[in-house]
């Protein structure tokens, strides 16, 4: 693999086409029956309205469409981001400094990549930085850590690990050299969720080997029976934020992917240099945006309508596609993630034969050197449609696999 002094035409090549590039060549010289209205259930975009107040807030601060915004952030902003962390995370008032621990992103993805490429250094104690990623994963954590030069390490995430990574069981060898590891929780796509305990061991291995634990928690809000905990909170519970980012966004919480708001926060020293770091690349947040971010933050009512219509879909598809394709409830997050035997030829299939547009499994994870892919025999639903739609669909997956 490329290292950070590398060629870039190395590090594009290593990065490949994404998943979503994959899927439409796969599916490229495939057409779904004509008769079928298709359905698309491949990307995980929210199809709901955010609430009104998003709308109400960004006209009510029209005016400000003229400045350029502070790469910081509002103060505003980031006490209603830590306001909200510490209504919704049990943290106590006062360990989160809205000056000190927050940042506003414009949507967690550009701040995913960024902080990637700002936390890994050229070398750890001399030798080749590692950084660390589920598998399967979001596609950001690993185009981060290819373009950041860093050796990338795929911790399978599987039906045996409770769909969760165990970075514990890496080598002393890899642990040395990590110095950054990706986590998504509710994860995407497989849904699990990991404990307050699942959550303490990540931080401890973190800090004992010195690497930063990132914590992605895009999905924290959409949850079927528990909410899941969230790593700042048990961080604070250890009396400290080391070594811990944590990411929040506006885009599913809030239906409000094109508004292109979230947050980071955590570690302060990190916040601080990200900050530095920001003011010459990252992208500002709109002020209007900021103003939209905050309302949204402060209002639960639609958050939870929200779980409760993604609940209802799942419920849907659980009645026809209970005991087929090991089927089981998301713990959080609106996935789906169906063992099929062959995902590639499943998504071929149900897209020829059903119309329904899926994504293999293996697009999402990473192949071992002995060949093998943790995704291989998996599809990726997202249930973003209403409820007939998913009804539609499920039938049809049913009908066709
Ligand atoms: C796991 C995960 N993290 C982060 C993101 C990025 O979301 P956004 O940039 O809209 O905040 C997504 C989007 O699909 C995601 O699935």
Redesign the pocket.
Known sequence: MADRGSDLNERLKALGENAFARLNQLLSSVSPPPHLSAIALSV??PQDQPPPLLAQALAAHAELWNRYPPIKGTSEFRTAAVAWLNRRFGIARGVLDPERHVLP????????YLATEMIVPQQKAGERPVVLIPSP??Q?YRGAAIMSGAELVSVPATNETGFLPDFAALSADVLRRTVLAFL?NP??PQGAIGDAAYLAAAIALARRHDFVLIV?E??SEIWDEAPPPGALGVAAGSGSLDRVLV??????RSNA?GL???FVAGDAHLISAFLSFRSYGGPQVPLPVQAAAAALLADEAHVDQNRARYRARIDTAERVLAGRFGFYRPQG?FFLWLDVGDGEAATTRLWRDAGVRVVPGRYLALDESDGSNPGAAYIRLALVHDDAVIDEASQRILRVL
């Not at 992103?105 to 995913?112: A, H, M, N, P, V």
């Not at 990411?247 to 599913?252: A, G, I, N, T, V």
């Open positions: 995980g975009e992103l414009s949507g967690t993805k550009e701040g995913l994963f979001y950001v998504c994860a995407n992605d895009c999905y990411f929040h966004s506006l885009s599913k992917a292109r708001a979230g997050g």
